[in-house]
């Protein structure tokens, strides 16, 4: 699946993107390391100068996108470190009150 990450196929990495996303959500400590080690590929094809060139190229780009902000949150709860836990929650509570897409989806649904 992490070979799917640099297909020259939008269609294909964005399935690629999708299943580590699921598995970021599901996988729990069993695939920490693979998502962890798929971090650099999801970046490298967000932030690819052709990422939003065509609609089908965004699509896959904000599928990739979910799928990061699936793996990241899988790491929570931050409990430890007083001084990031009011940083990291402060800032996903400005997320959701802005209405943020990365956080709020259709129909209003908090997706975290």
Do not use: K
Not at 34 to 44: G, I, R, S, V
Not at 50 to 61: C, G, K, L, Q, V
Not at 74 to 84: A, M, R, V
């Amino acid at each position: 699946m992490a070979e799917s990450l640099a297909d020259s196929t939008f269609e294909i990495h964005q399935a690629a993107a999708y299943g580590f996303g699921v598995i970021g959500m599901n996988g729990g400590s069993i695939y920490a390391r693979t998502c962890t080690e798929a971090l650099p590929h999801l970046f490298a094809l967000i932030s690819s100068p052709d990422s939003r060139h065509a609609p089908e190229n965004s699509i896959a780009t904000e599928n990739t996108v979910n799928a990061l902000h699936q793996i990241l949150f899988s790491w929570f709860p931050i409990h430890e470190d007083t001084e990031e836990t009011s940083y990291i929650y402060g800032y996903l509570c400005d997320l959701i009150e802005s209405n943020n897409s990365v956080i709020i989806e259709q129909n209003n649904f908090i997706v975290i």
